[in-house]
């Protein structure tokens, strides 16, 4: 049987998040009557999202310019940065260049843009001047394996050739004041952005007798099918007026999901001949929410009712939980658990999200190759449905690849995901505690782009402290607003991060805990709008504590408040230490006030170097970072 090689899928995301308390904030705002306020507030909780990405912050999500015009000039800026990154890296872990790739496949459902993100793609990063393109918008959540379906079918009839697929899907430009009914209300809180790329090559492309630097297994795509009924047009579409498009849900497209499942049953069983009950077979499943994949497991495992009970689980993603830890004893969770891990972890991101789950699913397997446990090949089906109402599916097997041409041990810890920071950050703080916190409204106020960690491995601060006026008043001029000289800096301080995430100075990562520290690049950065040479760089993994899901960050500094931080030999002039024992608000001035101090001239240094080195007309600075064009997203 004719097949093609999947590589690893990478994911990207804005650093800006938003948590489920983020979202039911939003709906006290948005929902005006008590009695949907309390039905919206069941809901946000029952999709159990532990957070979503945004472009933009969520405050400026509700002031966007609604209007076409103003859309587009968030999106496609920011989506061609996305699709940039994206593609380098997923052509990284397969060991390939712009040279190896014939065809390029990009799918977008949140924003035009005309030339395509595919064209743009070949302009920016130079990929041969024959390279096909095929941009797709209407495929919507089921783009993701629609786009392998489509590059499985190119390399079938070209063996030699290998295809990029890349999916951008900004949801948070999708928002629509205007749209108060409930349906649109759950996908305001269901839906995230990301990116997502993977290369598909034929069984005789030049690719796969490399060694991949990071990756040990690949997916094999064996068959696959689209499934489009009748009459169901009006299930998921978009209206367009003077606004731009409306998001349209029909009520009943739960109860349709579950009419797929034959059809799925019979395609694995009489064409794949695959057993839908093995033990090892993998379900990466996209339907667009929680009730919708129960609905279609449900359907397909008649047995998953009785054995589980009547709802489904979503902590199951995180094997760390204890009561997680037994639900995910139940083998039929097991095949489903990295799609409960990316909705959970990252919400509805359309075209995006099946990519994710292979990621996922490979990392899962690659650690188990590394230990000795298991390399052993194992099923999988790639499920999505999307307008029309129709489903895409896809049958692989998950292989490892020869010894020879597995990668070397590397120690640069591989995240889940990848973070595209706009612009990049100056600053990484970890830890708010009172030092913390402080430092980190100080550098938000000299200017510097700042990233705030509030390790939760640590217990939380509640010191309270009796304030000077002279102390006072430099925390009035931060933006704190006080009215008593007795505070508790950290939640004093915390609103004025927040307000100033607003301004794109500073980035919450409130629900996560340091993972390691390196000066290691693994793919190195070529950006229209980049803000630094890469040899300033330091790689960050972040884990956030509620998924487990990592998360890789890029920062020209780091600030820590605890001793427990393992720096590496060769970051001892990037990474900065304010411990000190917070019995007095002026000790923590005297430890933050020189490091401020530092860190504003040392960023201050990099930023007019980098301006001095970049050349205008040929756009190159001497390095490797290149520029031909500066931008900061802005409402």
């Not at 579409?237 to 998001?247: L, N, R, S, T």
């Not at 487990?548 to 900065?576: H, N, R, W």
Request: glycine share 6%.
């Amino acid at each position: 049987m004719s097949s093609s090689i999947v590589g690893k899928s990478v994911i990207l995301v804005p650093s800006q998040t938003i948590t489920q308390t983020e979202t039911h904030d939003l709906v006290d705002i948005l929902v005006a009557d008590p009695k949907e306020r309390n039905k919206m507030h069941s809901i946000v909780k029952n999709t159990n999202i532990a957070k979503r990405h945004s472009c933009i912050p969520i405050e400026k999500v509700l002031k966007q310019d609604t209007s076409p015009g103003g859309r587009h000039k968030l999106y496609l800026p920011i989506a061609r940065e996305f699709a940039q990154r994206v593609a380098e890296r997923a052509l990284f872990e397969v060991n390939a260049t712009v040279e190896d790739i014939d065809a390029i496949i990009v799918t977008s459902c949140t924003g035009f843009a005309m030339p395509s993100l595919g064209n743009y793609l070949i302009s920016d990063m130079g990929f041969k001047h024959t390279t096909r393109v095929l941009p797709v918008a209407q495929w919507g959540c089921a783009g993701s394996v629609a786009a392998l379906n489509w590059a499985h079918t190119h390399c079938i009839a070209y063996p030699d050739q290998a295809v990029l697929f890349v999916a951008v899907e900004l949801c948070s430009l999708m928002y629509q004041p205007s749209d108060k009914d409930i349906s649109m209300m759950i996908c305001n809180s269901l839906f995230g952005d990301a990116a997502g790329g993977v290369v598909v090559m034929g069984e005789k492309n030049k690719i796969l007798e490399r060694t991949w630097p990071h990756s040990s297994g690949a997916l094999r795509l064996l068959r696959h099918e689209t499934f489009c009924p009748p009459d169901k047009m009006h299930y998921l579409y978009y209206d367009e007026d003077h606004e731009g498009w409306h998001f349209r849900l029909a009520p009943n497209v739960v109860s349709t999901v579950g009419t797929i499942a034959p059809y799925m049953k019979s395609f694995l069983e009489e064409k794949c001949n695959q057993d839908i009950c093995e033990p090892s077979m993998r379900y990466l499943v996209h339907t667009g929410g929680p009730k919708i994949l129960q609905e279609l497991l449900d359907e397909l495992f008649p047995q998953f009712k009785t054995a589980i009970g009547d709802k489904l689980i979503m902590e199951g993603c995180n094997p760390k939980n204890v009561d997680a830890a037994k639900y995910l004893a139940n083998s039929r969770v097991r095949q489903i658990d990295n799609s409960l891990t990316t909705m959970r972890g990252f919400g509805n991101t359309s075209s995006v999200t099946v990519l994710t789950e292979m990621r996922l699913e490979m990392q899962a397997y690659e650690r188990r190759i590394a230990a000795g446990v298991n390399d052993e090949s194992f099923p999988a089906l790639m499920v999505a449905c999307g307008p029309g109402f129709t489903a895409e599916w896809a049958y692989g097997i998950f292989f490892a690849r020869p010894e020879e041409k597995r990668s070397p041990i590397h120690n640069l810890e591989r995240p889940v995901c990848f973070t595209m920071e706009l612009p990049r950050l100056d600053v990484l703080v970890l830890g708010m505690g009172s030092t913390g916190a402080f430092l980190a409204s100080h550098l938000c106020a000299a200017g510097l782009n700042v990233g705030s960690v509030d390790d939760l491995t640590t217990a939380s601060e509640t010191k309270t402290f009796s304030l000077t006026n002279e102390s006072l008043q430099m925390l009035k001029n931060l933006g704190m607003d006080s009215s008593g000289k007795d505070v508790n800096l950290v939640e004093s301080l915390k609103p004025v991060l927040q307000n100033n995430r607003t301004d794109d100075h500073v980035v919450p990562f409130w629900e996560y805990k340091l993972v390691s520290i390196s000066s290691e690049l693994d793919v190195l950065r070529t950006s229209r709008f980049e803000t630094m040479n890469n040899d300033d760089v330091i790689t960050v993994i972040l884990e956030h504590v509620p998924t487990g899901v990592t998360q890789q960050v890029q920062t020209m500094f780091v600030v820590t408040t605890s001793d427990a931080v393992q720096v590496p030999a060769d970051l001892k002039g990037k990474v900065f230490s304010a411990k000190n024992s917070e019995e007095k608000f002026a000790e923590i001035m005297s430890a933050c006030a020189p490091i401020s101090k530092k860190l504003v001239t040392l960023t201050n240094q990099i930023r007019e170097r980098f301006s001095n080195g970049v050349t205008k007309e040929s756009g190159v600075q001497n390095g490797n970072v290149h520029i031909t064009e500066r931008f900061t997203p802005s409402i």
